[in-house]
């Protein structure tokens, strides 16, 4: 893969890694359009308190993977049972943004998430080790350990290309496939993608709920600068949420590290490739900065993929509208279980 001329600057790096919107009903195919649904009330308001049921059991566990230990939990479910496992945006942002996700465990279903290599408490790889192949072979080590055949995979932005690489790569131990605003399966599609979140910061400095000049990264915490830009990601930019990292850290240089390494891609043809069985559903909110294409591509790719949408959600959908966004993924996979 040819490498990338420039690296995109970090204000875009929390829009590629927090790309993840929001969806209501959901449309199979053969449906060629993307499906809006009436938002539930209040849905576009301050998330309410959404969690897994308190009684089920959570662990914690260091997995080694290659050159590297990956800091993993999981909630619910049973050892060798389904297990669903969540691939957070970045890179360069902790998993923490993305433990609301949990509340998807249940008795039946173990829901899985980790600290990508490098970020969190996950340890450094080698600065050659970082790429897309890495990644989604951490993910392999994952769902070896869990035992199971199959594992259903939810990839939220960046964490959405890592879930297209593992079906690419490991099609036969895929269950199902969540795209939660994932990041474009071709890097011209992302470039197009970058240049409208760069339309909608401009546009909210001008408002006044973005700084112009973003926070220096403090050594190698970023989280500051991520922070100034989170508003872009959410259609109502004052949104309790837009001010809260969710105890997430920004992990400066691993973005135009691990970007470097992945260099060009074009995902499409793998994702057409696999087989006509495989189940995914693709979100996609209407005030996602980055725009709906990417979502269409996707779901254009794979035959059987149903489509969902939020009118009036930005990128983080658990937080800015949960209840519909907990009531189409939960249905989709309690779809899945009881095949």
Not at 269 to 283: E, K
């Amino acid at each position: 893969m040819r490498r990338p001329a420039r690296l995109a600057p970090l204000a875009v790096l929390f829009a590629a890694l927090a790309a993840g919107t929001a969806l209501v009903a959901c449309s199979p195919r053969p449906s060629s359009s993307v499906a809006a649904a009436g938002v539930a009330p209040g849905g576009t308001g301050p998330a309410p308190a959404v969690s897994a049921p308190a009684a089920l059991k959570s662990t914690e566990w260091s997995q080694p993977a290659g050159d590297v230990q990956l800091a993993a939990h999981a909630r619910g479910g049973r050892a060798g049972g389904p297990a669903l496992i969540v691939i957070h945006g970045g890179p360069g942002l902790s998993h923490e943004y993305t433990t609301p996700l949990d509340a998807l465990a249940t008795e039946e279903l173990r829901v899985i998430g980790f600290d990508q290599r490098g970020v969190g408490r996950s340890s450094p790889p080698p600065i050659s080790a970082n790429g897309l192949e890495q990644h989604v072979d951490d993910v392999e080590v994952l769902r070896r350990g869990q035992g199971v055949e199959r594992v259903h995979l939810l990839g939220h932005a960046w964490g959405g290309l890592v879930a297209m690489g593992y079906a690419a790569k490991y099609p036969a131990h895929v269950a199902s496939l969540v795209f939660v605003d994932s990041i474009a399966p071709t890097r011209t599609l992302w470039r197009a993608a970058q240049e409208r979140f760069a339309a909608r910061q401009k546009q909210l400095v001008a408002e006044g709920l973005v700084p112009a000049i973003l926070p220096a990264p403090n050594g190698p915490d970023c989280a500051a600068r991520a922070l100034a830009v989170l508003p872009v990601q959410f259609a109502d930019p004052r949104h309790p949420a837009a001010k809260d990292l969710g105890g997430s850290r920004c992990h400066t240089g691993i973005f135009e590290v691990t970007m470097f390494a992945v260099g060009d891609w074009d995902l499409l043809p793998s994702l057409r490739a696999l087989p006509s069985g495989a189940d995914a559903l693709v979100v996609q909110g209407v005030a996602d900065p980055f725009g709906v294409e990417p979502a269409e591509a996707i779901a254009a790719a794979l035959p059987r993929a149903s489509k969902a949408i939020l009118p009036a959600c930005g990128s983080l959908p658990w937080q800015e509208c949960p209840a519909p966004f907990f009531a189409a993924v939960r249905a989709f996979l309690d779809a899945r279980l009881t095949r």
